[in-house]
């Protein structure tokens, strides 16, 4: 990892020593669809958002683009129990894990406006909340408390993805995260590795 980050730093100040053809600074949002993956089951996908600011340093037909985004992530785990064939109750458990991210794409324009992008990030774990619906009884109750102590507080991960450009500034992204990182530091589940991948969908606007 640390090779990467350094490669990519590099990358990024050949950029400035070459004369960049431009800088461009930009802002987007955007759909989240996260999960687990390492040792954990059974777990359905989280959506949630992603919203940041980016700079594009471009120069012949690659950029450097580091960001600063706000991401939802997380996983859902329903279990359901069932007396004979009709179901008897249910439980959703939801860990909603939001991250301050900063990634640091390197992009190839295959052609104009259309680019392939890939890089490191490093995510900063700002909230950890766990959330457990149970119904069942012709009753409901929900509790949502607060999980931080249970997840590492630092996660690194790798992206690829692609973009476009349109020429009046919108542009429209599509990454996908491979989380590196054991996020768990549960005491309770000591052995399990758990990691956070994630589907980001990102429109956004750059100037």
């Known amino acids: 990892m640390k090779k990467i980050i350094f490669s990519i730093a ?24 996260a999960d687990w993956g390492g040792d954990a089951e059974h777990t359905n996908v989280r959506a949630g958002f992603n919203a940041g600011v980016l700079a594009e340093i471009k120069f012949e037909n690659f950029a450097v683009q580091p960001e600063i985004v706000y991401s939802q992530q997380g996983t859902k785990v329903t279990v359901n129990n069932y ?19 900063v990634p640091i ?16 990030q490093i995510g900063f774990l700002i909230s950890a909340k766990e959330k457990g ?8 109750e929900t509790e ?5 102590d249970a997840y590492e507080k630092v996660d690194f991960s790798l992206f690829g993805g692609i973009g476009y450009d349109l020429p009046i500034g919108i542009f429209l992204q599509a990454r996908y995260n ?7 530091k549960d005491p309770e589940v000591p052995n399990v590795k758990l990691t956070n991948n994630v589907f980001l969908f990102s429109v956004g606007y750059k100037f």
């Open 144 to 148: 949502e408390v607060d999980a931080k």
């Open 178 to 184: 491979v989380g590196l990182s054991n996020i768990n």
């Open 105 to 120: 794409a390197v992009k190839y324009y295959i052609i104009e406006g259309l680019s392939i992008q890939a890089g490191p």
């Open 10 to 33: 590099t990358l990024f100040a050949i950029g400035f020593t070459a004369h960049s053809q431009e800088i461009k600074y930009g802002v987007k949002a955007g759909l989240n669809i």
């Open 83 to 101: 007396f004979g064939n009709s179901l008897d109750s249910s439980i959703e458990y939801t860990s909603k894990l939001d991250y301050i991210n």
């Open 133 to 140: 619906e149970f119904t069942g009884g012709g009753q409901s």
